[in-house]
């Protein structure tokens, strides 16, 4: 038990890479493993089972993930639990420490966005596009008005509730939403979010606006990917 005790603290502690102070050194030595940081980032809509993780990581071995969410549960950042009847399913979800990379994501991807060689073609998972828009947003101009928005996305419901210039969002029903956004891919939606393609010449791959299609208009407005440097 002793030697065991020894092991988790030597993949835990502070300088076990790079021997080096700094928290960006220690943060990778927490998250720098290949998977690490996207199994955060598809937790950070909620709770998740091992098979809908491993759906949404596209090339990801049940071997790589289950070591990454052990790696990650004994860094502290992920805690896994039952769901109470009548679900009764093992789910993964953040720790309240976890919780708090979001920051970390975000910037992290508006940074990577501005390198030339960022191609937002490439696939993506709901839970991706999802972060994007609450990195993408333009606060500024998000203050002039309030929205309720739906995401039928891929199978998955989101709610985003645009107020004060802020956007949580989060899985669930989306009923009480004045504009829906229904799409079978992320990818379509990232068109027409960023690629600012017409839903309607979308319309024959699945994607469709319910609702106030007013709103919706103003809403895909508000983002924007950040420009080119270099």
Same mark, same amino acid.
């Given at each position: 038990?002793?030697?065991?005790?020894?092991?988790? /603290?030597?993949? $835990?502690?502070h300088?076990?890479?790079?021997?080096?102070?700094?928290? $960006?050194?220690?943060?990778?030595?927490?998250?720098?493993e =290949?998977? @690490?940081?996207?199994?955060?980032?598809?937790l950070m809509?909620?709770? #998740?089972?091992? /098979?809908?993780?491993r759906?949404?990581?596209?090339?990801? @071995?049940?071997?790589? &993930? $289950?070591?990454?969410?052990? /790696?990650?549960? #004994?860094?502290?950042?992920v805690?896994k639990?039952?769901?109470?009847?009548?679900?009764? *399913?093992?789910?993964?979800?953040?720790?309240?420490?976890?919780?708090?990379?979001?920051?970390?994501?975000?910037?992290?991807?508006?940074?990577?966005a501005?390198?030339?060689?960022?191609?937002? $073609?490439?696939?993506? @998972? %709901?839970? @991706?596009?999802?972060?994007s828009? #609450?990195?993408? &947003?333009?606060?500024?101009?998000a203050?002039?008005?309030?929205?309720?928005?739906?995401?039928? &996305?891929a199978?998955e419901?989101?709610?985003a509730?645009?107020?004060?210039?802020?956007?949580?969002?989060?899985r669930? /029903?989306?009923? =009480?939403?004045?504009?829906?956004?229904?799409?079978?891919?992320?990818?379509?939606?990232?068109?027409?979010?960023?690629?600012?393609v %017409?839903?309607?010449?979308?319309?024959?791959?699945g *994607?469709?606006?319910?609702?106030?299609?007013?709103?919706?208009?103003?809403f895909?407005d508000l983002?924007?990917?950040?420009?080119?440097?270099?």
């Amino acid at each position: 038990m002793k030697l065991q005790k020894e092991t988790e /603290s030597s993949e $835990t502690r502070h300088g076990r890479w790079y021997e080096d102070a700094c928290g $960006t050194a220690f943060a990778m030595e927490l998250v720098g493993e =290949r998977w @690490s940081m996207l199994v955060v980032r598809e937790l950070m809509m909620g709770p #998740r089972r091992f /098979s809908e993780l491993r759906k949404a990581l596209n090339g990801i @071995s049940a071997k790589v &993930l $289950t070591e990454r969410l052990e /790696s990650l549960e #004994r860094a502290g950042a992920v805690a896994k639990r039952v769901l109470p009847p009548p679900a009764n *399913v093992q789910v993964y979800e953040l720790t309240e420490w976890g919780y708090l990379a979001e920051p970390a994501l975000q910037e992290l991807g508006r940074w990577a966005a501005t390198s030339p060689r960022h191609d937002p $073609t490439l696939p993506l @998972s %709901p839970v @991706s596009l999802m972060l994007s828009l #609450r990195t993408m &947003l333009d606060k500024v101009r998000a203050t002039e008005f309030d929205a309720t928005i739906g995401f039928d &996305l891929a199978g998955e419901s989101y709610l985003a509730e645009l107020k004060d210039g802020r956007l949580p969002i989060r899985r669930g /029903s989306i009923e =009480r939403a004045q504009a829906i956004f229904r799409a079978p891919a992320a990818p379509l939606l990232a068109a027409v979010f960023y690629r600012k393609v %017409p839903p309607e010449d979308l319309a024959g791959q699945g *994607v469709r606006i319910d609702g106030d299609r007013a709103l919706a208009d103003r809403f895909i407005d508000l983002f924007h990917l950040p420009a080119k440097v270099g």
